[in-house]
């Protein structure tokens, strides 16, 4: 399973970005797929994770109401989208991937078995 993240970029305050991570390999519909980040200086966090099918999702509080996570299982693809971005969304953002129970969006790291390189994000003041 290979997935690669893209999409990044340099965004002002309070402007919006969409990235994408590609999923390919086994069939993409046996994934959840998650979203961590990792600030420079600072420990990768978790950011949205979306469940196998579609059906369920979870945000880190600190992005809640601003950072939306879907996929196209048809595309092979999930996607991050992020509005009133904030100089503290600056990071490398890096998505992953697991075989979890239906239903079940895996929070931490340690729960993801694939990895992909990741996407710089960088929100400028």
């Known amino acids: 399973v290979q997935l690669q993240a893209s999409g990044g970029g340099l965004v002002l305050t309070g402007g919006s970005l969409r990235v994408s991570c590609a999923v390919s390999?086994?069939?993409?519909?046996?994934?959840?797929v998650g979203w961590f980040r990792q600030a420079p200086g600072k420990a990768r966090e978790f950011v949205a994770a979306i469940s196998r099918g579609g059906g369920a999702t979870s945000y880190a509080d600190s992005v809640k109401g601003r950072f939306t996570v879907s996929r196209d299982d048809a595309k092979n693809t999930v996607y991050l989208e992020m509005i009133n971005l904030k100089p503290d969304d600056t990071a490398i953002y890096h998505c992953?991937?697991?075989?979890?129970?239906?239903?079940?969006?895996?929070?931490?790291?340690?729960?993801?078995?694939?990895w992909g390189q990741g996407t710089l994000v960088t929100v400028s003041s």
């Open positions: 390999g086994w069939p993409f519909s046996n994934y959840a």
């Open positions: 992953a991937a697991d075989s979890p129970r239906w239903g079940v969006v895996p929070g931490k790291e340690t729960e993801y078995k694939y």
